[in-house]
């Protein structure tokens, strides 16, 4: 397998500002590289500085040392005014809040991007549905956002970005803020969509049993300024359950190394 | 915390309906007495205004000049709106521009319009133009900063999220900054347009043949008193329902959001 994305030696501290001097490093020396097809998993404490690894990565920030290496090219700016978010269609990004247009109805939301991209023709509307079947969406796609519930907007961002097939897509913590029931269903839900499709996927979560159940190998990022502190294969085989995880061998053994390793 | 349950909807409706018939009837009685005791040369009488309105709408010259004023106020509205709502759409990107423009657009916005109105009908005649631009400068500078708000709010998450997704500058000026901006811009007409009609009929009431503004001048200068309140209130039918077309409009185009308790509902 080769490395879709390679992250090396990336730094980050915040520019000066109104006085203020920069910041201390909040992410430094910080490496890793994922491949194709591979769902890897980044634990970390709060703070670690994991939604800004992800929005460096997604340029939507800037990086302040190091490389991003996308499909072997090069990406990384220093010039806020260079970014490009997303680079090109090429990186998904699952943020925490889900960020659903209010005034876009379930399935206008899932079909925004490929109404935007101009790749709205009959594939794509029958993989929207198709996507909208698959999370149990069926029967809301004329809901408004508001109208749904947290679970229901967590699965209408999900597929928004899947309908359009990015090579990779980054996710950040984008189960949190839903009750344990819902998040188990949203967790099995995810890895059903990822068995068909084998997309390449960088899932952030501070959840030990979350990052467990999703990867194939979790990371771990130390306190700030945050690096790569450890690195876990998951020896769990596919496909896993995700409500019994804890009962599966290797679970435990796994949970007790990623803890000892999360400060 | 409030344990007594909420009133139907239907029930909070009615109930504010008839009270709204009560003030108008206590308003038309003070009207009257006042008739009655100051004299109806001088402030008319709630009838001698309800005669005189019916007998000229159903003359049809209440209507035709109604609907000189309605023109005059809806073509103004229309070419001050679509610049006073795409500017600022146009500019989101241009922060500098702004800031230049600025001082400009306070200064449109806070100088008295209605002392433009003389200079208006010198530059423009005595016909509809001078009307319209009179109109135009009210309605402009409203809208304008109303939408220039509703663009400054704009969640930037929201545009972030669909760069990220794909869109283009201009999509996102048209899929998202727009309608994020529509409620803003709605705020912005329904203050602007009232504000718009009375423009017109102001500048009619300076130098026009024709308009509600020229039949209030004209019951002036005749000293006809129900002949000004049939005309003003002719206006004031006009305001309200450009206010029941916008809200009607508004409700429309604004169904995505969450409903609002009937109570909570205001005019105008």
Same mark, same amino acid.
């Given at each position: +397998?080769?490395?879709?994305?390679?992250?090396?030696?990336?730094?980050?501290?915040?520019?000066?500002?109104?006085?203020?001097?920069?910041?201390?490093?909040?992410?430094?020396?910080?490496?890793?590289?994922?491949?194709?097809?591979?769902?890897?998993?980044?634990?970390?404490?709060?703070?670690?500085?994991?939604?800004?690894?992800?929005?460096?990565?997604?340029?939507?920030?800037?990086?302040?040392?190091?490389?991003?290496?996308?499909?072997?090219?090069? %990406?990384?700016?220093?010039?806020?005014?260079?970014?490009?978010?997303?680079?090109?269609?090429?990186?998904?990004? %699952? *943020?925490?809040?889900?960020?659903?247009?209010?005034?876009?109805?379930?399935?206008?939301?899932?079909?925004?991007?490929?109404?935007?991209?101009?790749?709205?023709?009959? *594939?794509?509307?029958?993989?929207?549905?198709?996507?909208?079947?698959?999370?149990?969406?069926?029967?809301?796609?004329?809901?408004?956002?508001?109208?749904?519930?947290?679970? +229901?907007?967590?699965?209408?961002?999900?597929?928004?970005?899947? %309908?359009?097939?990015?090579? %990779?897509?980054?996710?950040?913590?984008?189960?949190?803020?839903?009750?344990?029931?819902?998040?188990?269903?949203?967790?099995?839900?995810?890895?059903?969509?990822?068995? +068909?499709?084998?997309?390449?996927?960088?899932?952030?979560?501070?959840?030990?049993?979350?990052?467990?159940?999703?990867?194939?190998?979790?990371?771990?990022?130390?306190?700030?300024?945050?690096?790569?502190?450890?690195?876990?294969?998951?020896?769990?085989?596919?496909?896993?359950?995700?409500?019994?995880?804890?009962?599966?061998?290797?679970?435990?053994?796994?949970?007790?190394?990623?803890?000892?390793?999360?400060? | 915390?409030?344990?007594?349950?909420?009133?139907?909807?239907?029930?909070?409706?009615?109930?504010?309906?008839?009270?709204?018939?009560?003030?108008?009837?206590?308003?038309?009685?003070?009207?009257?007495?006042?008739?009655?005791?100051?004299?109806?040369?001088?402030?008319?009488?709630?009838?001698?205004?309800?005669?005189?309105?019916?007998?000229?709408? =159903?003359?049809?010259?209440?209507?035709?000049?109604?609907?000189?004023?309605? !023109?005059?106020?809806?073509?103004?509205?229309?070419?001050?709106?679509?610049?006073?709502?795409?500017?600022?759409?146009?500019?989101?990107?241009?922060?500098?521009?702004?800031?230049?423009?600025?001082?400009?657009?306070?200064?449109?916005?806070?100088?008295?319009?209605?002392?433009? !109105?003389?200079? &208006?009908?010198?530059?423009?005649?005595?016909?509809?133009?001078?009307?319209?631009?009179?109109?135009?400068?009210?309605? &402009? &500078?409203?809208?304008?900063?109303?939408?220039?708000?509703?663009?400054?709010? #704009?969640?930037?998450? #929201?545009?972030?999220?669909?760069?990220?997704?794909?869109?283009?500058?201009?999509?996102? /000026?048209?899929?998202?900054?727009?309608?994020?901006?529509?409620?803003?811009?709605?705020?912005?007409?329904?203050?602007?347009?009232?504000?718009?009609?009375?423009?017109?009929?102001?500048?009619?009431?300076?130098? /026009?043949?024709?308009? #509600?503004?020229?039949?209030?001048?004209?019951?002036?200068?005749?000293?006809?008193?129900?002949?000004? &309140?049939? /005309?003003?209130?002719?206006?004031?039918? #006009?305001?309200?329902? =450009?206010?029941?077309?916008?809200?009607?409009?508004?409700?429309?185009?604004?169904?995505?959001?969450?409903?609002?308790?009937?109570?909570?509902?205001?005019?105008?």
């Amino acid at each position: +397998m080769t490395a879709l994305l390679e992250i090396r030696k990336l730094g980050k501290r915040f520019p000066a500002r109104h006085g203020r001097e920069p910041s201390p490093w909040v992410i430094q020396d910080l490496s890793f590289s994922v491949a194709e097809g591979e769902l890897l998993t980044i634990v970390g404490p709060s703070g670690a500085g994991k939604s800004t690894l992800l929005n460096i990565i997604a340029q939507t920030d800037t990086a302040s040392a190091g490389e991003i290496i996308v499909d072997g090219v090069p %990406v990384t700016t220093r010039d806020p005014r260079a970014l490009k978010p997303g680079i090109d269609r090429r990186i998904g990004y %699952v *943020t925490q809040d889900d960020n659903l247009l209010p005034w876009r109805s379930t399935l206008d939301n899932v079909l925004f991007a490929l109404e935007v991209q101009d790749r709205l023709d009959d *594939t794509g509307r029958a993989r929207a549905q198709a996507l909208i079947e698959a999370v149990g969406l069926a029967g809301f796609e004329r809901y408004y956002p508001h109208e749904l519930s947290g679970g +229901m907007r967590k699965r209408t961002a999900l597929i928004r970005t899947l %309908v359009y097939d990015p090579p %990779v897509i980054l996710m950040d913590e984008p189960f949190a803020a839903v009750d344990a029931q819902t998040r188990t269903q949203l967790q099995a839900d995810l890895l059903r969509l990822w068995e +068909m499709g084998r997309k390449t996927i960088v899932f952030v979560t501070h959840d030990i049993t979350e990052a467990i159940a999703l990867g194939d190998r979790a990371l771990v990022l130390s306190k700030q300024p945050s690096r790569i502190a450890a690195e876990h294969i998951i020896p769990i085989p596919r496909p896993r359950n995700v409500k019994d995880i804890f009962a599966l061998p290797g679970f435990a053994a796994t949970y007790e190394k990623i803890r000892a390793d999360v400060q | 915390m409030t344990d007594t349950p909420a009133p139907a909807v239907g029930a909070i409706r009615w109930r504010r309906l008839l009270d709204r018939v009560l003030v108008v009837a206590v308003i038309l009685a003070l009207w009257q007495l006042a008739s009655w005791h100051v004299g109806i040369y001088w402030v008319s009488s709630p009838w001698g205004v309800t005669a005189r309105f019916a007998e000229m709408t =159903a003359s049809g010259e209440l209507i035709r000049h109604a609907g000189y004023t309605l !023109a005059e106020a809806a073509a103004g509205t229309l070419i001050a709106g679509v610049p006073a709502v795409l500017l600022p759409l146009i500019l989101r990107r241009h922060p500098v521009l702004v800031a230049i423009l600025d001082p400009f657009m306070i200064g449109g916005y806070g100088a008295p319009k209605l002392a433009f !109105a003389p200079l &208006f009908i010198v530059w423009f005649g005595i016909g509809m133009e001078s009307k319209i631009a009179l109109v135009v400068s009210v309605v &402009f &500078f409203i809208v304008y900063f109303a939408t220039l708000n509703g663009v400054r709010a #704009l969640d930037p998450k #929201l545009v972030q999220t669909a760069q990220i997704l794909g869109a283009s500058e201009r999509r996102i /000026a048209r899929h998202i900054v727009l309608p994020a901006a529509v409620p803003s811009i709605f705020a912005g007409f329904r203050i602007a347009v009232p504000y718009g009609i009375a423009a017109a009929v102001i500048a009619e009431l300076i130098s /026009a043949n024709r308009g #509600l503004g020229f039949l209030v001048q004209t019951g002036a200068t005749n000293f006809d008193t129900t002949g000004v &309140f049939a /005309a003003i209130a002719m206006a004031t039918l #006009l305001v309200q329902a =450009a206010i029941w077309l916008m809200n009607a409009l508004e409700r429309a185009l604004l169904r995505w959001r969450p409903p609002v308790d009937a109570w909570m509902e205001t005019g105008p």
